[in-house]
């Protein structure tokens, strides 16, 4: 019997154990800075834009900024072989990479 009540103890002391590391460790992950996602780092540059704007111009600012899909890499080379024309050598070269980082 005295054997039984040991081991019932250290099987209470093992589960409640175990039980406060899983509390401490998910509350450790939920303290846990997280990345911001890209919706909120467009919200961020968008709410930078938009400046000292008020009211409705705001809102219709936001909106049109938020809503607006930013232009991939390949849409703007496209777009930049396209602006460059005939350009050759050197100023092909300094025109695409300005258009580019635009």
């Known amino acids: 019997m005295h054997l039984i009540k040991q081991a019932t103890i250290a099987f209470a002391s093992l589960a409640l154990c175990t039980g406060l590391a ?10 846990a800075p997280k990345a911001a996602t890209a919706q909120q780092t467009k919200m961020g540059e968008c709410n930078k834009e938009a400046g000292d704007k008020k009211g409705d ?4 600012f936001m909106k049109t900024c938020l809503s607006a899909k930013k232009e991939t890499q390949q849409s703007k080379m496209k777009t930049c072989n396209k602006d460059a024309g005939d350009k050759k050598g050197a100023e092909r070269k300094k025109f695409m990479s300005e ?3 635009a």
């Open 57 to 60: 111009e705001r809102k219709a």
């Open 22 to 31: 899983q509390a401490a460790s998910a509350t450790a992950a939920a303290s």
């Open 99 to 101: 258009c580019l980082k």
